[in-house]
């Protein structure tokens, strides 16, 4: 396994910046493997994600934090740093469509996703037994209109007590309220069964089925408090004919919402994301 | 060239209907090269396009509405027949983006669109000199707020006077008014540079970059009274990212416009697409 | 679930041919739901599939060789047909790799795949699990150099007892000999990953990323005598770039071979391949 | 116009690389506009490229080497620097197709190629009308197995004579001398019609038809000695299917091959390729 840490940069571009990454990286002799950065023409922000070695590197990612501010103060820059050895806690919400908790389960296990699937959240007691399967905790907390608060408190609870660092809503289908949400910004990712921002809100599929269009769409987001707006991770879409019935739309859109779902998790795993202006920046 | 025949059909679903044109077409002497039907699962409708080669066919298709009537009644068909070998007369309304314009005029030119291009009419002179590379009439007829009646009564005078069959917005920047419209009812095609319908209006580019979307995409479409409503014939995507600045947006999309627009106006030529429920069908 | 029969015909064009089968289904008062025929320019072949309703179809299908035959005679046609309602008997072959057997089998738990998948033949024991999981028979038959004539004669006993009528080599390792090729013609489905045929043989991952390729692809197709030249059902491809290991390839593929696989075994369990000239006709 | 300049770099890596030549470039006050490094798993390669603005650079390029030398001995760097105002200077060689040049001199005109296009090199007459209209000198030079040698004699004239940087074949029917090859090592560029490394050599179209493959290829490469098996650029392939005459897998590839050459030969002319085993980094 690889053991190298990632330093993800934004700030106003400035001259300078490079050299002073990647000095600081050199004097703690450490190997850089990965440098991408690129500077952005309209806002001259200056973006990177910088990736090293930690072989012989000289300082504890423990003491990063006090011994980049000085850098960091110089040039205003917002950064984080990660461990590639850290392997993220993730819960998956689920209602009944399974083919993306089913995927996510499997990619996990291949050591696709090199992360820790901690739980399971439901509304419904059907995908039991593939958790069962896979050794995973399933919990099923119903939801109606009415529960909703209470629900969402005994979600929250449990996400905190497994120190959760990112939800996965793989068509979860239920709407998250605003104060859920704001306990973790950047850290909820959904897949939405259209290309957005054609066909907001329910029924996608139905809607592109009405409209007649000859390609439909997945698209993975991180959410926001408003429905369907939040910064775009990833999309795909796949061909449709007039011989397709609702049905057939639905099919074609499991195996789309399954890649572009698995991707976005990906990156966000392996700290590939970053976010400015309501859209995401992915270093590949 | 081939010498064929198309007829276009659509009615309630039946028994007997392939029997009974596929008959009337062999009592005829038709050999039929192409018989492409299905049946609509929710509407119940019958959808058919057949082919069929004109050599040693006993009957002279101006008889054709008399002689099929009968069977036309029996089923309660809309019908439509047309020849291969007729070259639809296509008028291309172009403003001054010129790529659309320049693929057309050259696919037609290798024979890839078997129609005739009668002429160009724009509302900037900019592209004279490809309509001249190609020897085809260029009409500028410049539209402001206060000319606009005049001007689409002008251009309606060339279009009926050069009997035109299908008007192609080739990037034409003027919304056409209703009253225009309703003289070429599914007979205009528009190609609109985003995936409709998402970014209906004024500068899709725009606004695909603002919200940040991976996938970029263009539109054809039949123009209808409703601003970038009517039946979708094709569309298409390619793939973007943040390293793409506005332009790079627009530079993509212009790849995807040709190929988009041309394929659209490449079926309507061949007969090849059914309308109904403000959807297309197409038999490939 | 739909009732209808499918009947699929190839044999060389002449006139009258559409008429005669539609007409043969009215008489017995069936109705056609989906006809598709065409004629091949070069071979001059008649190629077609018709599907129609048997509610209300008045000829048992048992009968329909006899009856159908005084056509089939006058025509020279070569068909077939089957009930939609039939549910192929398959069983899969799996080595080491089970993402293809994993997705198979979730395929046809959903109901995208109308078979039954009977048992699963392999010569490692890893994917047992995954049977078990679903409730089907696995078989372990381990393949060396010396057994392998042995370890073919279990395997088609198996089959044979089974009634197999469809064999789906999902990421198999073993080739398969001549002798046991010829029990199953145009009736073992395999994947290869690569995009044949390129990369013919052993390890087309490894041979694509030392050519430097920017698209690595899947093939499925049937099997024939000759190694990965059999006709080919479906392929894709999927974007790679210098960034990317071999071990990256390999991950993509999976995503690749999976999509590939189910759709060819789909297509030929829904009696929509036709076979000429080593191609597939594939009506969809 | 942006006024950068652009850093190449390979060798083999080690630390304090991307230290040694970010400090470089800041010490002479350069504002890096973007930098991808990344490292070969296999090779241990650093492989890089830089851009930074020219404004405020207080060293003048002609410099450069005798600057830089001391770091690029140091690491023993193989590094190639050039100018974003460079326009490169190019000649374009076509046979009887020419749908790639005239895509290219559009794509010229509108910008997206920041090269000259200086002369058309064809053994056919046909395509002048095309220069003509461009404004591009046309030398026809007729080429038969006999005065092969003298034809690329005089070929080599022309272009020493005009000072080409890049030499383009935009479907160039005949196969270069190893020597004519090796007088522009890297510096030409072909645009094959197949999936290569499927369907070497002639008429790839035909074997493609012949094989029944579902998808059809186009490959952009940098030619070298053995026969399409230079270095690959740029892939992109196209859905065919059964109903696809050899004709229009011709029209298809059309398209394919445009937009597959002309990204060629814009990242040649970005200096976003880097070679190495065989192989292209593409810097995006």
Chains 1, 2, 3, 4 share one sequence.
Request: proline letters at 5%; glycine letters at 4%.
């Amino acid at each position: 396994m690889k053991n190298s840490a990632i330093l993800l940069i934004q700030c106003p571009d400035r001259k300078g910046l490079n050299a002073a990454i990647s000095d600081f990286i050199f004097r703690h002799e450490g190997n850089i493997l990965n440098f991408e950065q690129h500077q952005t023409v309209e806002d001259n922000l200056y973006l990177a994600r910088i990736e090293w070695d930690l072989q012989g590197f000289r300082l504890d990612l423990e003491d990063f934090p006090v011994t980049f501010a000085p850098i960091a103060q110089r040039f205003s820059i917002q950064w984080r740093v990660a461990l590639s050895s850290y392997r993220p806690r993730v819960a998956i919400f689920v209602s009944r469509h399974d083919h993306c908790l089913v995927d996510l389960l499997y990619r996990q296990r291949t050591g696709e996703l090199a992360c820790e699937i901690v739980m399971i959240i439901s509304n419904h007691p059907d995908a039991q037994r593939h958790a069962d399967f896979y050794g995973i905790p399933y919990c099923v907390i119903p939801v109606t209109r009415e529960n909703k608060p209470e629900a969402e408190r005994r979600q929250l609870e449990l996400l905190r007590k497994s120190e959760i660092d990112l939800i996965v809503l793989a068509r979860y289908m239920q709407i998250l309220s605003p104060d859920f949400i704001r306990n973790y910004p950047e850290r909820i990712i959904n897949i939405h069964h259209s290309f957005l921002p054609a066909f907001i809100g329910a029924k996608p599929h139905l809607q592109a089925y009405r409209r007649g269009v000859k390609l439909i769409g997945a698209t993975a987001h991180y959410v926001t408090e408003v429905l369907d707006d939040g910064p775009i991770i990833e999309q795909g879409v796949e061909r449709v004919s007039h011989k397709d019935a609702l049905e057939d739309l639905v099919e074609k859109g499991r195996d789309l919402e399954k890649v572009v779902l698995s991707r976005a998790v990906r990156w966000h795993i392996e700290n590939r994301i970053l976010l400015y202006n309501n859209r995401t920046v992915i270093f590949d």
